[in-house]
């Protein structure tokens, strides 16, 4: 492991049962037999699974993206991203979201050593109920986790949710903090449209797409061409079938542009990163 404070962090809670989180009193983090950092908010446990972001042309690993997911014997829990939508309160939506997030990063650079690309990046959603429910300064209170571990943000990007029209300014002014405390940040759009009209506002360094757009063949093309010269990553999701993975590889091909691409024929979420990567055949389909 090339991160010695994390290296140390993880000694100290393997000797213990129960280690207090940074996130506050309701939560915990502890290493299960595996050394696998787990987490507990209120009655529920959760950990990590990673899924796989990689380059269409090549299939090598670009990066991973961070899902909670209950904890299981066959690695498969369920999804938590939902209890952010049932939090009792701000306060705890906060506190759920800031211990997803310094789950993932110790459960991804414990291991990123050994990764498919030991230089892959971390992707981490912000449900969008956080984006009105921090008061000021966002990313600033898991940027000091980040440092204190030794951990690098210069891997990390945090995923921002679709904005509505009327959430244009909060966007704006998320997507500032971010940067401020040396985040990059990717945005979810809805459509070619949106996201142009967003990079000429925002400048994210990601845009996630979800493959329902292929239809918007001319708008694709379009932006593609713009976010090439103005350097931003494009990172297709829920890829699924033969048919859309060839969709993207042609659009790629006659925009000039290298996409990334994420979804179950890509690779499914796994607690461990060297573990994620498909089938040679699943991949060059």
Same mark, same amino acid.
């Given at each position: 492991?090339?991160?010695?404070?994390?290296?140390?962090?993880?000694?100290?809670?393997?000797?213990?049962?129960?280690?207090?989180?940074?996130?506050?009193?309701?939560?915990?983090?502890?290493?299960?037999?595996?050394?696998?950092?787990?987490?507990?908010?209120?009655?529920?446990?959760?950990?990590?699974?990673?899924?796989?972001?990689?380059?269409?042309?090549?299939?090598?690993?670009?990066?991973?993206?961070?899902?909670?997911?209950?904890?299981?014997?066959?690695? @498969?829990?369920?999804?938590?991203? @939902?209890?952010?939508? /049932?939090?009792?309160? *701000?306060?705890?939506?906060?506190?759920?979201?800031?211990?997803?997030?310094?789950? /993932?990063?110790?459960?991804?650079?414990?291991?990123?050593?050994?990764?498919?690309?030991?230089?892959? *990046?971390?992707?981490?959603?912000? /449900?969008?109920?956080?984006?009105?429910?921090?008061?000021?300064?966002?990313? /600033?209170?898991?940027?000091?986790?980040?440092?204190?571990?030794?951990?690098?943000?210069?891997?990390?990007?945090?995923?921002?949710?679709?904005?509505?029209?009327?959430?244009?300014?909060?966007?704006?002014?998320?997507?500032?903090?971010?940067?401020?405390?040396?985040?990059?940040?990717?945005?979810?759009?809805?459509?070619?449209?949106?996201?142009?009209?967003?990079?000429?506002?925002?400048?994210?360094?990601?845009? @996630?797409?979800?493959?329902?757009?292929?239809?918007?063949? *001319?708008?694709?093309?379009?932006?593609?061409?713009?976010?090439?010269?103005?350097?931003?990553?494009?990172?297709? @999701?829920?890829?699924?079938?033969?048919?859309?993975?060839?969709?993207?590889?042609?659009?790629?091909?006659?925009?000039?542009?290298?996409?990334?691409?994420?979804?179950?024929?890509?690779?499914?979420?796994?607690?461990?990163?060297?573990?994620?990567?498909?089938?040679?055949?699943?991949?060059?389909?």
């Amino acid at each position: 492991m090339s991160f010695p404070i994390l290296q140390k962090y993880l000694a100290r809670l393997s000797g213990a049962t129960c280690a207090a989180g940074a996130a506050g009193e309701t939560s915990s983090i502890w290493l299960d037999h595996e050394g696998r950092a787990q987490g507990r908010f209120f009655n529920c446990t959760m950990s990590s699974a990673f899924q796989p972001i990689r380059a269409l042309d090549s299939g090598a690993v670009s990066a991973y993206e961070g899902l909670a997911r209950s904890v299981s014997a066959q690695d @498969k829990g369920l999804s938590l991203w @939902k209890l952010l939508d /049932h939090a009792a309160s *701000d306060n705890e939506s906060i506190e759920l979201d800031r211990l997803c997030r310094m789950l /993932h990063s110790i459960n991804f650079f414990r291991q990123a050593d050994s990764a498919p690309n030991a230089a892959a *990046d971390l992707y981490l959603n912000v /449900h969008d109920r956080l984006l009105s429910a921090v008061s000021s300064n966002h990313g /600033h209170a898991f940027r000091r986790i980040l440092d204190a571990l030794e951990l690098p943000l210069a891997r990390v990007v945090l995923q921002l949710p679709v904005a509505t029209p009327q959430q244009g300014w909060l966007l704006n002014y998320v997507s500032d903090n971010y940067r401020r405390n040396g985040f990059r940040f990717a945005v979810n759009v809805d459509s070619a449209q949106d996201a142009i009209g967003i990079l000429d506002r925002l400048r994210p360094d990601v845009f @996630k797409f979800d493959t329902r757009v292929l239809h918007d063949t *001319d708008g694709l093309l379009a932006l593609l061409r713009r976010t090439q010269e103005a350097g931003v990553a494009v990172v297709f @999701k829920r890829i699924e079938s033969d048919q859309a993975l060839q969709t993207l590889r042609e659009l790629g091909a006659a925009a000039g542009a290298s996409l990334l691409g994420q979804g179950y024929l890509l690779g499914e979420p796994s607690a461990t990163l060297a573990g994620a990567a498909p089938q040679p055949q699943a991949a060059a389909a």
